[in-house]
């Protein structure tokens, strides 16, 4: 007679089952597994593997549409190429006016080769980067669009040729072109051929200078001066005079004293220096990794714009005075604020008043 319990050889008997249960689980995962590496070997391309763990989840039609939209990259201007032109003649005239704004001191600076000390020893592109061809680098891209044009500076009606000599006066601290010479002609030819894919009256995308938020407060030319010495003393140097190569041409130009732009300048605008500098300096730098904050932006700018350098007699600038921008720092105004603050800021009351003021608004 059997004396083991009933409920314990049950439980034997359950505990074998289970066991050849997963024993033949296992058995099937495993052949499984095998047939699956067997197939991919034998049977597939050789790069399979590594497309299938590299592969990523496409989204769904929805969700590819929004990603498609937020991601869509700003197509910027790009300036056209001389050398995909037939005509010799012209090829050959856009040429030289590119390298009259490239190296306009070699040609018209202290030691011109075309006419001596016409200009400060500056050149075009010190202002208008890479030959006025760099997105928000104060770029060419808009000129054959938008000229002919009335302008509020003068009162009067301009075409390029007296915009050229507008640089040559004010930014070159020199004098004018003669509008028929050969080099005037040659600019103008290169400048208006940069924006010749430009529609009349539009505004491309990476043209001028890029928007820069306003300070809630006045600049500050003390924090300006650190921020020079931090960021920009290495090429201007410590007196602002810039550095020459071994043919005395400037290799970093002086941002003030007796051979720097003057005070009708357009970057003697608080506004156009503080974006030109934020979006383009240290040079090298572009408008989607700057280097300065905004605040060092403004202020550097403020330090510079207060330091010694050429006047200019602007009695027949704005003959409209409603006219004159936030920032130009002579008087007299239309709006009610005072002249330090037209320099120095805050813009933004000055701005939103110019701006009542232009529609009639009190």
């Keep these: 007679m059997n004396s083991q319990d009933p409920h314990r050889q049950m439980d034997a008997v359950h505990v074998k089952l289970f066991r050849q249960f997963w024993g033949l689980v296992s058995f099937l995962v495993l052949f499984i597994l095998l047939l699956f590496l067997y197939i991919g070997y034998f049977t597939q391309p050789a790069t399979w593997w590594s497309e299938w763990l590299t592969a990523k989840p496409q989204p769904s039609e929805s969700i590819a549409s929004t990603l498609s939209t937020n991601q869509a990259e700003v197509r910027y201007w790009v300036a056209p190429d001389i050398e995909s032109l037939n005509d010799e003649g012209q090829k050959l005239q856009l040429r030289y006016g590119r390298e009259l704004v490239a190296h306009t001191a070699q040609y ?10 016409k200009t400060n020893g500056l050149n075009c592109q010190n202002c208008h980067l890479e030959a006025g061809t760099k997105v928000f680098g104060n770029n060419y891209s808009r000129v054959a669009a938008t000229y002919p044009k009335l302008r509020a500076r003068s009162g009067q009606v301009e075409d390029v040729y007296k915009r050229i000599n507008d640089c040559f006066e004010r930014s070159l601290n020199g004098q004018a072109l003669a509008v028929d010479s050969k080099e005037m002609q040659a600019m103008a030819a290169y400048i208006q051929f940069l924006g010749k894919d430009v529609p009349k009256g539009e505004k491309p995308p990476g043209s001028g200078f890029k928007d820069l938020a306003f300070l809630n407060r006045p600049l500050d030319p003390i924090h ?3 921020v020079y010495v931090d960021k920009c003393v290495s090429c201007h140097q410590a007196d602002g005079q810039g550095l020459k190569d071994p043919n005395g041409v400037y290799t970093y130009p002086p941002l003030w004293g007796p051979l720097s732009y003057n005070q009708g300048a357009g970057l003697y605008r608080m506004s156009n220096f503080a974006k ?4 383009n300096m240290p040079l090298g730098i572009n408008h989607d990794d700057p280097e300065l904050t905004d605040e060092e932006a403004w202020d550097v700018a403020a330090w510079v714009n207060t330091q010694p350098r050429p006047g200019k007699d602007l009695s027949q600038d704005w003959p409209d005075i409603a006219k004159k921008p936030y920032d130009h720092p002579f008087g007299p105004y239309a709006d009610g604020f005072s002249e330090a603050q037209h320099k120095f800021g805050p813009f933004g009351p000055i701005k939103a008043k110019l701006e009542a003021l232009a529609t009639g608004a009190n």
């Design 108 to 117: 018209f600076g202290p030691n011109g080769s075309i006419e001596a000390n």
């Design 224 to 226: 300006g001066e650190s």
């Design 276 to 279: 030109y500098v934020k979006w």
